[in-house]
């Protein structure tokens, strides 16, 4: 299974992006899935989650201007990122966990994706 995260960018303060991580592979299916960030000097940390079933959970410092949203269909996930402030500015990463197809059995991972580059100018 492979994820692929898209969507980075430059954008001025207040300024918005979309993101999309999109899961590849002998997927049988996608469980929940998340979006972390990484600052220059600083931890990953938890950005936003969403189970299969669409509930969501944010970080404080997102909620009112993210929303993480996913299409099972296309095994695809989404972070719409408005209002976006200098201190949104990190590496994003999307994250999975799928049940895929290994030879006769289903084998249960978390896949990380190679992350996209989000800065935000003052």
């Known amino acids: 299974v492979q994820l692929q995260a898209s969507g980075g960018g430059l954008v001025q303060a207040g300024g918005s992006l979309r993101l999309s991580c999109a899961a590849s592979?002998?997927?049988?299916?996608?469980?929940?899935m998340g979006w972390y960030r990484q600052a220059p000097g600083k931890q990953r940390e938890l950005v936003a989650t969403?189970?299969?079933?669409?509930?969501?959970k944010y970080v404080d410092s997102v909620k009112g201007r993210f929303t993480i949203s996913r299409d099972n269909a296309k095994n695809t996930m989404y972070l719409q990122m408005n209002s976006l402030k200098p201190e949104d500015t990190a590496i994003y990463y999307c994250?999975?966990?799928?049940?895929?197809?290994?030879?006769?059995?289903?084998?249960?991972?978390?896949?990380w994706g190679q992350g996209t580059q989000v800065t935000v100018s003052s």
């Open positions: 592979g002998s997927i049988f299916s996608i469980n929940a």
């Open positions: 994250k999975g966990r799928a049940t895929s197809y290994s030879g006769t059995y289903l084998s249960t991972d978390d896949h």
């Open positions: 969403i189970t299969r079933g669409g509930s969501t």
